[in-house]
């Protein structure tokens, strides 16, 4: 059986419980059963990477701006977990964008002392996105340690959820802002907003990952790609789609999106996930049964698209089973 690697897969540290009365707040929102399965690193986990054939399990916190003190913390303890299972899981760094040098000190501490594959980071900080120049140093630091930064959907701030209110509950909108539309479009305007700022021109070789299919990007990219022509940069929005994008399958099992980004990506930059535990690896699994048996993706490339991809991006060697 061919052996999976997943990159947006998640866990809560119970440091940043402790510390965070607003990370308590919205964690004791998720049932009982997925918060149980974010705080265990153990056994539970490597059971349920079994359940759905997953080789190796990269984890990342989290939604939640953390302090350097606890996103350090976080991280000893998430390197103490990854060393009782070095080949089934590995990390990506949780760094604090709001201090933007202390979040590339810590990227850097994370990749070279604790093995870590890059870092995964929210959408926003508190409404404002990343193409400030002000958090460029975590991208500069990136490109330098050769690791991809992932971008996660996260909530919207307050003055954003007033954009989806409506004449409907207050549920409804909080809905409409996060995984039942806003989550993936706020996120694929964030990285158009990264190449109009011109990121991609200081950094030509940094490395972004983006999840969900593409986060609606991939229907509009032939489109988008034209416009961006009068945008100004100096590399084309075509040439960093190609070069600098990353995509995972995410939270997303269907075939019709993936028959869309296979359309508008190239399969050495297409990748396998399961949003773990919010999706079940199990249900991964399946997708991926439903991918081979289709024959949307084939051969050697279905091996690229399951674990290769990930071992050339990360560095890391899926388990063969």
């Given amino acids: 059986m061919i052996p999976l690697i997943t990159l947006e897969e998640h866990y809560i540290s119970p440091k940043v419980t402790e510390t965070s009365s607003e990370a308590r707040e919205l964690y004791a929102k998720f049932p009982a059963q997925i918060l149980s399965k974010l705080e265990c690193l153990g056994d539970e986990r490597i059971q349920d990477l079994d359940k759905g054939n997953v080789a190796l399990q990269v984890i990342s916190h989290g939604p939640g701006e953390i302090s350097p ?4 913390a976080a991280n000893d303890g998430l390197a103490s977990a990854i060393s009782k299972n070095p080949g089934r ?19 850097e501490r994370c990749v070279k002392k604790l093995g870590f594959v890059g870092a995964l980071v929210d959408n ?4 404002q996105f990343f193409d400030d120049e002000r958090f460029w140093s975590v991208f500069e630091k990136a490109q330098e340690l050769n690791v991809p930064i992932y971008i996660h959907p996260c909530f919207a701030s307050d003055p954003m959820l007033e954009h989806y209110k409506g004449n409907y509950s207050d549920p409804v909108a909080i809905s409409l802002s996060a995984f039942g539309w806003g989550w993936h479009t706020d996120t694929g305007l964030h990285i158009l907003r ?4 011109g990121l991609f021109d200081r950094f030509p070789k940094l490395k972004i990952v983006i999840g969900h299919m593409g986060e609606m990007l991939p229907f509009q990219i032939e489109r988008i790609f034209a416009i961006a022509e009068r945008w100004g940069r100096e590399r084309s929005l075509r040439e960093v789609w190609t070069s600098n994008i990353w995509i995972t399958t995410s939270g997303m099992f269907s075939l019709a999106p993936l028959a869309c980004l296979l359309k ?11 949003d773990y ?15 081979e048996k289709s024959g949307l993706i084939a051969g050697k490339d279905l091996e690229m698209f399951a674990y290769r991809n990930a071992e050339s991006l990360l560095g890391v060697k899926a388990r063969s089973s």
Avoid: D, Q, R
């Avoid at 199990?282 to 439903?290: A, H, I, S, T």
């Fill in 89 to 107: 899981l590995a990390g990506f760094a949780t760094i604090p964008m709001g201090e933007p040098a202390v979040a590339a000190e810590e990227l």
């Fill in 194 to 197: 990264l190449y109009a700022s």
């Fill in 69 to 72: 003190s606890v996103c350090a």
């Fill in 264 to 274: 508008t990506t190239s399969i050495e930059h297409v990748l396998y996930s399961v």
């Fill in 124 to 127: 926003h900080l508190n409404g």
């Fill in 277 to 291: 535990p919010f999706s079940a690896n199990e249900k991964g699994l399946k997708f991926f049964e439903e991918i």
